[in-house]
């Protein structure tokens, strides 16, 4: 499986934006770049996905850069709900879509 | 309504035992996943199973066996408990159907602590 590389934590202010980035140097043609987070003693929730053009959606926006190696998160406004591990996952096609690779992630705190 | 739910939510137990644990999902989703989270919080797969057909299996030891009785049910069941099989087990669903979203549903995991 291709890796990821996420800086170990991040810290923001309430109602600032917030850039994850993520590393994804040996993603292949044919890998989706994912993000799901993980508010303490929950079980991961998605966020987003793309392949190769800039997504957006309620939660966040994803920005993939034009060679696919890096992509970064963005939360437009951040909340104190937002505080969470933030993981970025390559994920391939076929019958192994669903297998999620998780690394450390980021944990993000969110200050008021 | 819970989408995902999995009983019991915490499961305290001795070497040796037996265990299960239950899941179930209303999303009339067709597949069903069992993840492990350690102590290091990393998260593995550990199993899927399509329409009640094992597809993925992770090398997990053969004390862990999953079950799927139907298409929204995938249990979790452990023999000779170990020491290192402490953990949160969460379940999870996606609808293959719809495969390009990748979109996974867990439930809220099931901390097992084996003494």
């Known amino acids: 499986d291709a890796k990821t590389t996420q800086p170990n934590s991040m810290e923001s202010n309430e109602e600032e934006p917030v850039h994850l980035p993520c590393n994804h140097s040996t993603i292949s043609g044919t890998d989706y770049i994912h993000w799901y987070r993980q508010l303490p003693s929950q079980g991961p929730e998605y966020v987003i996905h793309?392949?190769?053009s800039n997504v957006n959606n309620r939660m966040a926006s994803l920005a993939i850069a034009e060679d696919r190696k890096s992509s970064t998160l963005i939360l437009h406004r951040a909340t104190l709900r937002d505080a969470a591990v933030y993981y970025c996952i390559l994920r391939g096609g076929g019958t192994s879509y669903g297998k999620l690779t998780f690394g450390q992630g980021t944990i993000l705190t969110v200050h008021p | 309504d819970t989408a995902v739910s999995q009983t019991p939510k915490y499961l305290v137990t001795q070497m040796g035992n037996d265990k299960s644990i239950k899941c179930e999902q209303n999303l009339g989703h067709d597949t069903m996943y069992w993840y492990k989270q350690d102590s290091k919080k990393f998260l593995k797969i550990m199993f899927s199973y399509n329409n009640k057909e094992l597809i993925i299996n992770e090398t997990v030891p053969n004390r862990f066996s999953p079950k799927s009785p139907d298409k929204a049910h995938l249990n979790l069941h452990i023999n000779s408990l170990e020491l290192g099989d402490s953990a949160v087990y969460f379940c999870?669903?996606?609808?293959?159907?719809?495969?390009?979203?990748?979109?996974?549903?867990f439930g809220e995991g099931s901390r097992l602590t084996v003494l």
């Open positions: 999870a669903s996606s609808p293959l159907g719809l495969a390009s979203t990748g979109e996974l549903f």
């Open positions: 793309g392949l190769t």
